[in-house]
């Protein structure tokens, strides 16, 4: 198969049966006004020969069909995520999250994330099979999207480091996250591991003492 590779010069597509690999970038140097060749997150396009990518110039979109690369906004993309509907999502710096609809170009921002925490920076985004999206902030816990469905309207919840509930949240930053297949969720944070049961709506933590090397 394809793997699509970001890194500090441009992307590369890799042929693992081959192992041949191209190089490309967003911008060749001495065209037009700079922009960072820096990728730091890149996602594939279902069914589409569609690559986006987010630098820290902003998203972008290259057509491979066409050879077109179109830019789509400035601010610095930290993360995307593909939606069971094809909308994608972008999580940034300092500037939450937005929803990008690939078909009609409609850019949706959501201003309530950033009422419950202004300047927030998403590392991570994911899917549950419900349809309920989880994003993992920089320094700002964890935010639950509810969608609804038409007949309840959508709702956020935010999960924030709390040292003195042993159920809450030990991370203040959630920079990966994980569904295993008993339903249970995972965050990785710069403090640990977090598990979330949903039927308890409890946490667990996992987190290394200095002084015990079992842990």
């Known amino acids: 198969g394809i793997i699509w590779i970001g890194t500090r010069e441009g992307f590369n597509r890799l042929d693992s049966r081959t192992g041949k690999i191209q190089r490309f970038y967003l911008q060749e140097r001495?065209?037009?006004?700079?922009?960072?060749?820096?990728?730091?997150?890149?996602?594939?396009?279902?069914?589409?020969?569609n690559i986006w990518i987010g630098t820290p110039d902003g998203l972008f979109l290259v057509d491979q069909a066409s050879g077109r690369i179109r830019h789509y906004d400035d601010t610095q993309v930290n993360s995307l995520f593909m939606d069971k509907k094809g909308n994608l999502w972008a999580g940034t710096e300092y500037k939450g999250i937005y929803r990008l609809n690939p078909g009609t170009g409609e850019l949706k921002r959501f201003p309530r994330m950033m009422e419950i925490m202004p300047a927030i920076t998403i590392r991570s985004i994911f899917q549950a099979p419900s349809g309920v999206i989880w994003f993992g902030a920089d320094y700002g816990g964890l935010f639950r999207y509810d969608p609804g469905n038409g007949a309840s309207p959508p709702k956020w919840s935010h999960y924030i480091y709390d040292h003195r509930n042993p159920r809450a949240l030990h991370s203040r930053s959630v920079l990966c996250i994980y569904r295993d297949r008993g339903g249970i969720f995972w965050f990785g944070g710069r403090s640990g591991i977090d598990k979330w049961d949903p039927r308890t709506r409890a946490f667990g933590n996992f987190y290394h003492l200095p002084n015990n090397p079992n842990s």
């Open 30 to 49: 001495g065209q037009g006004t700079p922009i960072s060749n820096e990728v730091i997150a890149l996602i594939k396009q279902p069914f589409t020969k």
